[in-house]
């Protein structure tokens, strides 16, 4: 049973505390986009407009990703982990302080990209304390803290409603610091640490047509949950007419289901193989866009949209569960690589459902889009499993793909 072997493998304190540490900070990353509509409203922007205010820190977390990649390879998650929760309070206390203006909200909009950069260090830090045949389990623990959604989406309207938002990102502050402390005495990095490579090293994994396959693939499963994630809320409201609360509230329940069932795509593809789980979610998640395109009742849209958003949760962690077979001693770097693509995703989506909404003044030919790109993403997926299937199983045969 895995979970049994989790409790005699590696060091579950590390586990934990890298759960913690890219919960908060993907609590802090999507917090721009839990508060859009109030953000939004106060400024009159339009729904294109709107798209790109909440894709901005999916995109810095693009950018930031990789420096803390490196850093990860290079000095280890520990160090960089601290570093990364140190540089997120300035935005935070920006926000709190100062966003009264466009540029003043793109700032700490790119800046809150160091939060989202936390995937990049998380998963590593998990990663190297187990055996290969757990880390489809161990990564999809740790990167269940995407469910750090939930506490942005839940609380984040809420408080606004009484403190306003600028008092939100005020308040983020205390359980950044929180974790940090918590981090600080139980986080270790593993012994299986590889020795810092010349910065050459680093970048040779560009040259490899596999990297550029897992960014197609998790710019899909991530991008589309984180930025389903920022714009629904929008989305709820603008469609609905549902209250800032209320949208909130059914966007956290569409959450939970991408965030709690991490774990169970990586498990799954432990045991049957990533790319097949893949495979699956992406049919589902296809169907389930086209069927949102529809624009059917708040009901059943609020139920196709969990199906979807559970697809792109599960798909996350089979995506990382072939990530590590690959590259074992790159991890770091391949991880920040890679979950800069799906940050780029992430920004992609919301821009596209609201600049499709303004030029077509409908929210339908943004999911039909979304939904062909997803179809896009399994047949590159289809070709690239019969590389694989050649190159990874003649290296080692109990590779599960």
Known sequence: MKLSQLKTSGHAPSLFSAFLYFDVSFMIWVLLGALGVYITNDFGLSP??????????????????????????????????IIGMCATLVPLVLGWQFGNTIGELYIIGILLGVAGASFSVALPMASRWYPPHL??????????????????????????EVYGWHGVMGMAIIPLLLVFLIFIFTAKDAPSQPAPQPLKDYLKVFKYRDTWFFCLLYSVTFGGFVGLTSFLSIFFVDQYGLSKVAAGDFLTLCVAAGSFVRPIGGLLSDKFGGARILMFLYIGAALCMFGVAQLPGLGLAIAILFIAMACLGMGNGAVFQLVPQRFQKQIGMITGIVGAAGGIGGFFVPNLLGTLKSTTNTYATGFIAFSAIILVALTVLVVAQQTWKRTWNAQNESVKI
């Open 48 to 81: 294109s407009e709107k798209g790109l205010i909440v894709a901005i820190p999916i995109l810095g977390g693009s950018i930031f990703r990789i420096l803390l990649g490196m850093l990860t390879d290079r000095i280890g998650p520990r160090k960089t982990a």
């Open 135 to 160: 880390q489809g389990l161990a990564m999809g623990i740790a990167g269940a803290g995407n469910s750090g959604t939930l506490l942005a989406t839940l609380f984040g309207p809420r408080l606004a």
